[in-house]
């Protein structure tokens, strides 16, 4: 056990926010944490990591138990880092007790030709530390996690503050994945980051010796890595066996159940209230009333299902059908600014869409999606052809919201759209977002990304427009939104356009990928799943072929090269002296592991005389392959 969380509570503005909390976190444990925007996910991150305590209630205080073995990572949302510092700098820090000790061994090292037998046990106590920690590892761990989130050695250099808040992310990151705490807990670990870099940490995470805890709004990455779900819902956790599939196909059943429990229980209810009320004044029955009303007060109230709230019911409609052929796109670049300012991000783009298909645009972070959607809608310049068909109406969402009037409220801005609607009809279309009560008073500019995504989605259904733009529909969003938006856009009989990195819903509702690339595009069939099936077979076949045309080249290579006399009789040496050198760099290596193995041992160690022998010829053998070594590289280099 690394910890165990019991009956712990949370009350936040004099309301209970968390309610008996109890979770258990085994080794190996792969949690993933959902619920609603605002549940508390991040309240009970912070409790398991001690930011925040929680709150005595009458019952009990409740209890966070921790063992003595376990070390917790966590990754807020907004991780810090040493800003003045290098990325290399920074990285190292994690291991600063390393280096300690190797900066220590260095020291004694000297110390051992005076005899001392305090140095001596030192050193063996440092060295067998620094090796069992994989000490010499350091910075073949550092390159292999930096590469892997996206940072090549051209920027181990550059000081922490000169990056972008995502890239800073992406540093925490690996920061913590250096660390290897015993419990990971990363808070929406996938933001900022692109398909490459998600794809590198989910197979890092898979192996990790650790346990993860992990809240998340991608469906994908709690597939590839959960074991176990917990959903947080009015306060209370509930844990569901396996990954957010398993997960959602148990929560359809418990909901299933609960209904049949809450409907039995209201009827049971409204017979004993139907009693009382009949009984409680006449002298012979208000015994049994009161009896009656005893077990009311005692029964243990069932929560009302989720189906019996209010939920979303986003639907996009239109009136006209266009032509089969909506789209024809041909030579286009995707180009920023103008004149000498002028930027090609990628070039040529060309493809065509035809009436109900439903496009899921993706490439690399700044290659140029979002700039497509607007170049398409006639909002930027563009050299090359773009033509629409007849009857297309387009209704857009934007990232940035800018078609939403900052200083207007909510309800004003769907008033000012249809002017002849009274407030009912618009509370009535604000509620289909779940958008409810005073929350239509907001104004715009105060909202936050997930509400305004919201308001746009209103605006979108009262525009009816056949052909869909979206720009990023599902970020802000916690789950159980985006699971509406998702089953819009499915049902959806227009054709849609959409960019997006949430590759359960490219998986869920493209039937085409669209990839742009600085030198085009490439057009694929089918979601997510099939374009990485696809590419992943590109990449073998390119491999395949690269290693053919290498192959190739040295038959060539070999049956072009001539090589005169002198120069065979040299190359021979030259080999024969490879191979001595192989020989003896193999029996120096294994002597010096010989020796590694005898200063471990008592008898060795004990005796101060014999342990300076073996450190000194241990140092000859050091010296003696370095030599070596170098001049096999020099030989291999002349061979070719």
């Known amino acids: 056990m690394l910890l165990q969380l019991t009956d712990v509570n949370k009350i936040y503005n004099g309301a209970p926010l968390l309610k008996h909390i109890s979770l258990t976190i085994e080794d190996r444990d792969r949690i993933g944490l959902i619920g609603v925007n605002g549940c508390g996910k991040s309240t009970l991150l912070k409790l398991i990591t001690e930011r925040i305590l929680a709150d005595p209630i009458p019952e009990g205080d409740g ?195 609960q209904t049949k429990e809450y409907e039995l229980q209201q009827k049971e209810i409204a017979k004993l209230e139907d009693y009382i009320a009949r009984n409680q004044t006449r002298a012979s029955t208000a015994k049994s009333a009161q009896s009656r009303m005893k077990q009311l007060e005692k029964m243990e109230r069932i929560e009302k299902p989720i189906t019996y709230q209010k939920s979303a019911r986003v639907q996009f409609t239109y009136d006209i059908d266009p032509p089969q052929q909506v789209l024809q796109v041909q030579d286009i670049a995707i180009a920023v600014g103008s004149g000498a300012e002028r930027k090609v991000l990628a070039e040529p783009v060309s493809f065509e869409v035809r009436r109900g298909e439903k496009w899921g645009i993706i490439g690399e972070n700044g290659v140029g999606k979002s700039t497509l959607l607007k170049i398409l809608q006639g909002q930027l310049p563009h050299v090359g052809k773009i033509r629409w068909a007849a009857q297309t109406k387009i209704s857009y969402f934007e990232q940035e919201s800018t078609n939403l009037h900052p200083a207007k409220t909510v309800m004003q801005e769907i008033h000012d759209r249809v002017p002849t609607w009274l407030d009912y009809d618009v509370r009535s279309l604000l509620g289909k977002v779940r958008i409810t009560g005073e929350e239509v008073y907001k104004q715009v500019g105060v909202l ?152 471990t041992k008592e008898e060795v160690y004990s005796d101060f005389n014999l342990m300076q022998e073996k450190c000194k010829r241990m140092d000859t053998l050091r010296t003696e392959l370095d030599a070596a070594l170098e001049e096999m590289i020099l030989l291999e280099e002349e061979l070719g």
């Open 63 to 257: 209890e966070i138990i921790k063992s003595s073995h376990t070390s917790i990572g966590y990754l807020e949302q907004m991780g810090g880092l040493e800003k003045e510092q290098t990325v290399w700098h920074e990285m190292h820090n994690v291991f600063q007790p390393l280096l300690d000790a190797q900066a220590r061994m260095r020291e004694l090292e000297q110390e051992l030709a005076d005899n001392s037998e305090a140095a001596a046990e030192e050193y063996h106590r440092l060295q067998t530390y620094f090796e069992s920690n994989d000490g010499y590892q350091i910075d073949v761990k550092i390159k292999m996690v930096l590469n892997g989130m996206g940072f090549g050695a051209e920027t181990y250099e550059r000081k922490i503050s000169s990056f972008s808040g995502g890239e800073k992310t992406r540093l925490a990151i690996a920061k913590l994945l250096l660390e290897e705490p015993t419990l990971l807990i990363l808070d929406e670990p996938t933001n900022h980051l692109d398909f490459k870099t998600v794809m590198w940490l989910e197979d890092y995470l898979k192996d990790y010796k650790g346990a993860l805890l992990l809240v998340s709004h991608d469906r994908y990455f709690l597939n590839r890595l959960c074991t176990s779900i917990c959903e947080i819902e009015h306060g209370v956790l509930t844990r569901y066996k396996g990954d957010y599939s398993a997960y959602t196909v148990q929560k359809e059943a418990a909901v299933i159940r």
């Open 448 to 599: 936050s990304g997930g509400e305004r995504a919201k308001v746009c989605f209103a605006v979108m259904m009262l525009e009816h427009g056949n052909i869909l733009i979206l720009d990023e529909p599902t970020n802000h969003l916690d789950i159980s939104m985006k699971e509406v938006i998702e089953d819009a856009m499915k049902t959806f009989t227009g054709t849609i356009l959409f960019v997006s990195h949430d590759r359960y819903l490219l998986d869920q509702v493209a039937d085409h990928i669209l990839e742009i690339t600085p030198t085009g595009v490439k057009t694929y069939i089918g979601g997510f799943q099939s374009w990485l099936d696809a590419t992943k077979k590109e990449a073998a076949a390119a491999n395949a072929a690269a290693q053919a045309v290498e192959t190739e080249k040295k038959k060539e290579d070999k049956q072009q090269t001539y090589r005169s006399k002198e120069q065979r009789a040299k190359a021979a040496q030259q080999r024969a002296r490879m191979r001595q050198l192989e020989q003896q760099s193999e029996a120096m290596q294994a002597e010096l592991d010989a020796l590694n193995e005898e200063i």
